[in-house]
């Protein structure tokens, strides 16, 4: 009689789980779709970067986004498998991984923003040599060229500093032993643009380099697009924000449903352990 009385019929018995089927499956579930994505990412950057192999353009691997895209992709591939297969199987290795992943993850974004707001001056002179290095290499790819294109025009502005910095590309170089027929030109998306125009001249930039900031003004954009990106960057800070908080919440999500699953996975362990000394006991 009072061996059936201390026999575990309760929610402790063979059939309680301490591991949550909802945590379990949304971890999953969550993992998978960003594991789809970085599929799709890798696919995406690798034939970006073949196509380009095939049209022989030399890329700036520095700034290439496709190689870019390629990393960020099997980045996200390596992390989320471990997610998925960690939740699906129950695995506090895996689980431990994919969780240290992106604590380190986020706190790298975490540091890089505190990083660049206290060091913006430093901040400022990295992108403008990146910006520099795109112009030298403007021609070399052409990912990079319509992101360059794209940005000028967005941003109503032309070079790093000014429009004289596309000097500093080979084919746009203003010196008088340069061969190029666009020779002290810039390019097409520095020129002003004119709503009742319908064919987009793409000519428009020849010359502008060897003329004066006022005269050169009424044909192109003069100011260069560094001064343009931080003015744009302190005019949308709450734009920013919600973005940057739109990838750390997920980060966040994951960092703590993982925590959550590796905790009920570790009471589970310790039920099963104590159930198999109990039944070890005959007084069980």
């Not at 691997?61 to 960690?86: E, Q, R, W």
């Not at 064919?199 to 697009?225: D, K, P």
């Amino acid at each position: 009689m009072a061996r059936r009385v201390a026999a575990p019929a309760g929610p402790l018995g063979d059939d309680f789980s301490f591991v949550s089927p909802v945590a379990k499956y949304v971890l999953f579930f969550f993992n998978l779709l960003f594991w789809v994505i970085s599929m799709v990412m890798v696919a995406v950057g690798v034939y970006a970067r073949l196509l380009k192999h095939a049209e022989a353009a030399m890329a700036c691997l520095a700034v290439d986004p496709a190689i870019l895209l390629i990393m960020v992709g099997v980045l996200t591939f390596l992390i989320t498998f471990c997610g998925c297969v960690g939740s699906l199987r129950e695995n506090i290795c895996l689980l431990q991984l994919f969780s240290v992943c992106l604590t380190i993850i986020f706190l790298l974004q975490l540091a890089a923003g505190v990083l660049g707001f206290v060091f913006s001056d430093e901040a400022r002179g990295k992108v403008s040599e990146i910006i520099n290095g795109a112009i030298v290499h403007y021609r070399d790819d052409l990912d990079l060229q319509n992101l360059i294109d794209f940005g000028q025009k967005e941003f109503s502005c032309c070079g790093g500093v000014s429009y004289k910095d596309w000097s500093q590309n080979m084919y746009f170089n203003c010196t008088a032993t340069n061969p190029s027929r666009e020779r002290c030109s810039v390019p097409f998306s520095c020129c002003l643009h004119d709503p009742e125009q319908a064919v987009i001249n793409t000519m428009c930039g020849y010359g502008m380099q060897a003329r004066g900031y006022l005269e050169a003004s009424a044909f192109i954009h003069t100011n260069g697009c560094i001064d343009k990106l931080v003015n744009w960057t302190h005019s949308n800070l709450f734009l920013l924000g919600g973005i940057t908080l739109g990838l750390a919440l997920p980060q966040l999500v994951g960092i703590v449903l993982a925590q959550l699953l590796i905790n009920q996975i570790r009471d589970q362990i310790k039920l099963q352990l104590y159930n198999q000394q109990h039944r070890a006991d005959p007084w069980y």
